[in-house]
């Protein structure tokens, strides 16, 4: 059960990174950090792409669980789901610790060799 949790989370990170490395997504993220909610047509208007290209990109954000839009009468406001950036930065950190680790080694061994 440990190996699929480890697989659902390296999945988890693939699609948040994917969703991150547009950078109209990035400014989605921005303007919803900054808005707290807002609907496709308020979002893009404060950027150079139409609404229906806001839309497809909020829902690959969704699909990455770094947003979720929901239903207020006629419109879908969208907000930022924080989680999901939360656990790609733990990941994150602990693969830096990894390599920080790797070079201390390299640094100890090389500095026992002089």
């Known amino acids: 059960m440990r190996e699929e949790q480890a697989e659902g989370a ?13 950078p109209t997504r990035r400014q ?9 909610t807002a609907t496709a047509t308020t979002l893009a208007e404060r950027l150079p ?3 229906q290209a806001v839309v497809k990109h909020l829902a690959v ?3 990455a669980g770094l947003v ?7 419109e879908v ?12 930065a733990r990941w994150m950190a602990a693969l830096a610790a990894d390599w920080d680790r790797r070079l201390a080694n390299i640094k100890r061994v090389a500095e026992a060799g002089e």
């Open 61 to 63: 954000l969704d699909a």
């Open 49 to 51: 792409v139409s609404r």
């Open 68 to 74: 979720s839009g929901g239903r207020v009468g006629r």
């Open 10 to 22: 390296a999945e988890d990170v693939d699609s948040v990174l994917g969703a991150l490395a547009d």
């Open 77 to 88: 406001r969208y907000a930022l789901r924080p989680a999901a950036l939360d656990a790609t």
């Open 28 to 36: 989605l993220l921005d303007l919803l950090a900054e808005q707290g």
